[in-house]
């Protein structure tokens, strides 16, 4: 992770696009990512869903790799180690959603999910 993170840095260095002010620009261009990825795949059942990002897969790849290029450069230039927040997270996320508790289920509490946070 960290190596890809350095590589996107060095990436943006050399075209001087390693500027923290464009942290709000990167946010929503990490939407409109998401909306071109949930434009695939809208208002359709679960199976059909299935299909299409099978069919598509190549624009499900560039969207995947969009939005690690996007997490990567975010975290350089809010000076966080994508490694370490990763491995926090999933730390955290043992804790808060323990197996044994939450298999098969989701963690939305308003929803009847179990989350111990």
């Known amino acids: 992770m960290r190596e890809s ?3 996107v840095k060095e990436f943006n260095d050399v075209r001087e ?3 923290p002010e ?3 620009d990167i946010l929503l261009n990490m939407n409109e990512e998401i909306g ?3 434009h695939l ?3 359709v059942d679960f199976e059909t869903q299935k299909r299409l ?3 598509n897969k190549a624009e499900v ?3 995947v790799g969009d939005m690690l290029y996007l997490i990567f450069k975010l975290a350089f230039l809010c000076d966080v180690d994508s490694k370490k927040a990763f ?3 999933m730390a955290e996320y043992e804790k808060r959603f323990p197996a044994e508790q939450t298999k098969g289920r989701h963690g939305n509490l308003n929803a009847g999910g179990i989350d111990l946070k």
């Open 87 to 89: 491995e926090d997270v």
């Open 53 to 55: 990002i099978k069919e």
């Open 61 to 63: 790849e560039n969207f």
């Open 36 to 38: 071109e990825m949930w």
């Open 17 to 19: 696009w390693s500027t």
């Open 41 to 43: 795949i809208k208002w």
């Open 5 to 7: 993170q350095d590589k």
């Open 22 to 24: 464009h942290v709000k």
